[in-house]
């Protein structure tokens, strides 16, 4: 699967304003971007930590995953990202593995990204994301 490192890690909040407001006057990080991804109905707000991002998740409705999830669980860690080369081969070499896929093919994520989801029910109830660099 060659992972490079951890793209991100993903936390769904309530609010993006207040939470972005913690993030910057609390814990000192500075917010370089804020987007829409509209098929997935849910805003992102980025920070990096080193060289790791912290990308927080707000949904735009009750019916997207991020709404469903913050419904079910509340607020909280939603899922760790790992950096792949191909994030399509990797979802491939993850299923040849029987691990069972969210995603069968990469689709657009934030910040231009490729990616796919591994079922936490395959992953010992972690939410995976592979993430590759649009060629």
């Known amino acids: 699967m060659n992972i490079s490192h951890i793209e991100h890690l993903g936390i769904a909040v309530a609010n993006l304003e207040e939470s972005i407001k913690y993030y910057e006057g609390v814990l000192g990080l500075k917010c370089y971007a804020i987007e829409e991804v509209v098929d997935q109905k849910v805003k ?3 920070f990096m930590v080193g060289s790791t991002k912290i990308e927080l998740l707000e949904s735009t409705s009750p019916e997207g995953p991020i709404g469903k999830f913050i419904e ?3 607020p909280g860690m939603h899922h760790i990202a790992f950096a792949v080369k191909d994030t399509d081969a990797a979802l491939k070499t993850a299923e040849d593995r029987g691990v069972r896929l969210i995603d069968k093919v990469s689709r657009k994520g934030a910040e231009g990204l490729n ?3 591994l079922h936490p029910k395959s992953t010992h109830g972690v939410l995976t994301e592979l993430c590759s660099k649009k060629e």
């Open 44 to 46: 992102t707000a980025f």
């Open 72 to 74: 079910k669980k509340g």
């Open 115 to 117: 990616i796919g989801f």
